[in-house]
């Protein structure tokens, strides 16, 4: 009973939206691939980051949409300033200086984006 319940919670889930929380299967899958390679490990996570990227491009834009217009336009402003304030503090500029940079850079821009994109998330169902 409790597996085909969350068989179904999973099924909903699944057709309300293509992203889930938390780092994708493809992720999980390519880091216990990388078998302690830097630079692997470094392609991973850059190519997680643009996936919670635009998982949370889509959350922050359903959260727009549901603002009044006036609200819209300052909320687009925060949610671009936010990206840029990730970057600048996981020290982008650092990424073409070493493997070793990028990978820290793509470690902590991962890790916040993942969360923010939960949040919102979480938001975003919760208003449902």
Excluded: P
Aim: glycine share 4%.
């Amino acid at each position: 009973m409790k597996l085909t319940f969350c068989g179904l919670a999973l099924f909903g889930v699944l057709t309300t939206s293509t992203y889930a929380m938390g780092y994708s299967s493809d992720y999980l899958s390519c880091m216990n691939n990388s078998q302690a390679s830097t630079a692997q490990a470094a392609m991973c996570m850059k190519a997680e980051l643009k996936q919670q990227t635009k998982r949370y491009n889509y959350f922050a834009d359903s959260h727009v949409k549901a603002l009044s217009k006036d609200k819209r336009k300052e909320q687009e402003k925060v949610n671009k300033k936010w990206l840029d304030f990730r970057d600048e503090q996981c020290l982008i500029k650092n990424v073409a200086l070493s493997v070793g940079h990028a990978s820290k850079y793509y470690s902590c821009a991962l890790k916040v984006t993942q969360a923010q994109a939960d949040m919102l998330e979480k938001r975003a169902y919760k208003y449902r």
